[in-house]
């Protein structure tokens, strides 16, 4: 039984160590540092495109470059709650104008309430 996990381990493949950002003390290490990566230039595409852009669109619309006003999602968010707000406000000032109508008709037509406030 011990030999067939001899067999198994020798069967399975090792893998190699690769130091892309580290570079190894050791120097049995050290030979198994991956070379820097190089940046591809891309100098002439920004230069293609850039041509391109200015021999099809010579006017340009400031709308599209101005960048919006810091709050215009603060105010989309609560439009939908100040309208509610808004519609709640005007029923309760017209709730309280009804009020102040039926008092008025409660009276006789010479007796005032007095400092203008109703007594309820």
């Known amino acids: 039984m011990t030999s067939d996990i001899v067999m198994e381990e020798s069967e ?6 690769k130091f892309r950002s580290y570079k190894p003390l050791d120097q049995n290490l050290q030979g198994k540092q991956m070379a820097p990566a190089v940046p591809m230039s891309i100098e002439d595409t920004v230069k293609d495109i ?3 852009s200015t021999k099809t669109n010579t006017e ?3 709308n599209t470059i101005a960048p919006r006003k810091a709050n215009w ?3 989309r968010d609560a439009e939908k709650k100040l309208h509610k ?3 709640r406000t005007k029923r309760a000032m017209a709730e309280i104008i009804r ?3 039926r008092a008025e008709k ?3 037509s010479g007796d005032l309430p007095e400092d203008g406030v109703d007594s309820d």
């Open 85 to 87: 707000l808004e519609t």
């Open 12 to 17: 399975v493949p090792r893998k190699r160590l």
């Open 50 to 52: 850039v041509s391109e």
């Open 73 to 75: 999602d603060l105010k």
């Open 60 to 62: 340009i619309d400031l």
């Open 99 to 101: 009020e102040k109508l």
């Open 106 to 108: 409660e009276l006789p």
